[in-house]
């Protein structure tokens, strides 16, 4: 009993002996002070993708860190974690510290068409993040392989209405998925997902012969396009791409079906305004330069720098936009 008290008023005294105290109080004054916009960057960020290498988005992914690092003056590193059609990459950020050192690659699936086909998600879009800016948009293509029976497009829609065609997509849900299925729709089409983790994997098994097409952001994959890995069948969006001008749209075929992939880069909400202000200031200069803008717009893809307040109106009208022509699950 004695040794209990006397340990006790020991804790006591230590507890509250000044130098002690004030010093407890400075480390948890510096713990609980926001990040500052003169601190920023401290130490290397991570640039997170919900895809897995050799993919659409980790190729803008990558060519964006590259810049911005040099622009930052810190490395920006990239984090793949794929799965969910980006889902999974979405939630880790918007659970992230908002000091600005945790980014996402947001992208339509992850911010557009989740919300609308994955009520539970564990996040918002666009409310669990600060939308800093967008990159660059891709129109979506439907793609066979470079030996497929299918030559033209009407000939792969007259083999779809009989029935039993697969295709390859990046996840489901995913906005390339859901484009693929207003398609399916549009045109009356029996046509079953084939969901990989990214545009890799999905890729590998058109090459494969593991499936009969593939429908995705064409622009990244020019490398098989133009080699003799797929064949491009027709595109979405208003005209056609004058890199594969024989190519036509699904809008000259009679189907309006118009959503592009867009990438951007997005911070977890409450990352203060100065931070998210010098992470866009470095993305606007980037996107001003030449040899960037040559890498990300190669074979068809847009700059698109729209940011901040602009962004997020942009993703809301999106979700309304995909809400409009998917039917949640259940509905």
Request: glycine share 10%; with cysteine; net charge positive.
């Amino acid at each position: 009993m004695i040794r209990t008290r006397l340990t006790s008023r020991f804790v006591r005294r230590a507890a509250c002996a000044p130098v002690a105290c004030a010093l407890a109080a400075g480390l948890l004054a510096a713990a609980m002070q926001p990040a500052r916009a003169g601190d920023y960057p401290n130490g290397p960020i991570k640039l997170m993708v919900g895809f897995p290498p050799g993919g659409g988005g980790d190729t803008y992914a990558r060519i964006v860190a590259t810049a911005l690092s040099k622009n930052l003056n810190a490395p920006v590193v990239v984090e793949n974690r794929p799965g969910a059609g980006g889902d999974i990459a979405a939630d880790v950020v918007a659970h992230a510290k908002p000091d600005g050192q945790t980014l996402l690659l947001a992208m339509s699936g992850n911010f557009s068409v989740a919300p609308v086909v994955h009520p539970d998600l564990r996040y918002k879009a666009p409310g669990s993040f600060a939308p800093v800016s967008m990159v660059v948009e891709t129109p979506f293509g439907l793609m066979v392989g470079a030996k497929s029976k299918y030559q033209t497009i009407q000939q792969f829609v007259d083999a779809a209405k009989g029935g039993k065609l697969t295709y390859a997509s990046t996840g489901t849900g995913g906005a390339a998925q859901s484009t693929m299925e207003i398609f399916k729709n549009k045109a009356h089409l029996k046509i079953l997902n084939i969901p990989y983790s990214g545009s890799g994997p999905a890729t590998t098994a058109l090459l494969g012969g593991q499936v009969d097409s593939f429908f995705a952001p064409y622009t990244p994959l020019a490398g098989q396009l133009n080699g003799d890995g797929m064949r491009l069948l027709a595109t979405t969006g208003s005209k056609r791409n004058p890199a594969y001008p024989d190519v036509p749209t699904f809008k000259e075929l009679g189907y309006e079906v118009n959503p592009t992939q867009w990438y951007g880069v997005a911070a977890p909400v409450g990352t203060p305004p100065a931070i998210v202000a010098r992470i866009n200031d470095g993305i606007q200069a980037i996107l001003k330069q030449p040899d960037v803008v040559k890498q990300l717009t190669m074979n068809g893809a847009v700059i698109n720098d729209t940011s901040g307040d602009a962004f997020t109106k942009f993703v809301e009208s999106d979700i309304a936009d995909y809400r409009s022509a998917i039917k949640p699950p259940g509905n």
